[in-house]
């Protein structure tokens, strides 16, 4: 892990040590290569808009991993901002007429990752679940295991991704701590 990694670890306060503790360790080696590790990290990471977190994965990363996985992560992370509004929408207002009508938004990426399409598909997974898209959350899922990956890595990447959402948002509770006398 990187300094600013573990400044912005350090930086976490007593209420949300779990979390703390968690972003250690759900960024260690295992059942995920170290391109979908850091993958999932920075799409999870951009999906929160935290800035420092984000930066900070990115930093990491690239001592690790192509530039290839950096960018097909942020591309993740932006098509789904897209995606997971619309599909959402379409999924809760439970109307088949809008699923009858062409989506016409541009997702060439997905078809045509810079990495591996199973990697990609488990990055946009991860921001699905962060952005609680259920539609998006099962096609990613079913495209990721069709690729060869197992329950396991769709498993740990749902980790990563809740881990680094409660990060952002344990970053940001400093400030509404009292201060220290």
């Known amino acids: 892990m990187s ?3 573990d400044e912005l670890r350090a930086s976490i306060p007593e ?10 360790t759900v960024l260690q080696p295992g059942t995920l290569t170290p391109a979908q590790r850091h993958g ?12 420092a977190l984000r930066d900070a994965l990115i930093a990491d990363a690239r001592a690790e991993v192509s530039e290839a996985v ?16 619309f599909y959402r929408f379409r999924h809760m207002i439970g109307k088949s007429s809008y699923g009858e009508r062409p989506a016409r938004l ?11 399409k199973p990697d990609f ?30 329950e396991e890595h769709v498993h740990d990447a749902v980790r990563i991704a809740a881990v680094i959402n409660a990060a952002a948002l344990a970053l940001e509770l400093p400030a509404l701590l009292p201060a220290a006398v």
């Open 106 to 116: 541009r997702m060439q990426r997905i078809a045509k990752p810079a990495t591996n």
């Open 121 to 150: 598909e488990l990055f946009c997974l991860a921001v699905s679940a962060i952005n609680g898209c259920e539609l998006c959350i099962r096609s990613h899922e079913e495209a990721v295991l069709l690729g060869g990956l197992t």
């Open 3 to 5: 300094e600013a990694m």
């Open 15 to 24: 209420p949300a040590r779990d979390i703390k503790l968690n972003l250690q």
């Open 70 to 85: 950096v960018d097909d992560a942020l591309a993740a992370a932006a098509l789904m901002a897209m995606n997971n509004v």
């Open 40 to 51: 999932v990290a920075i799409a999870s990471a951009v999906a929160t808009h935290h800035h």
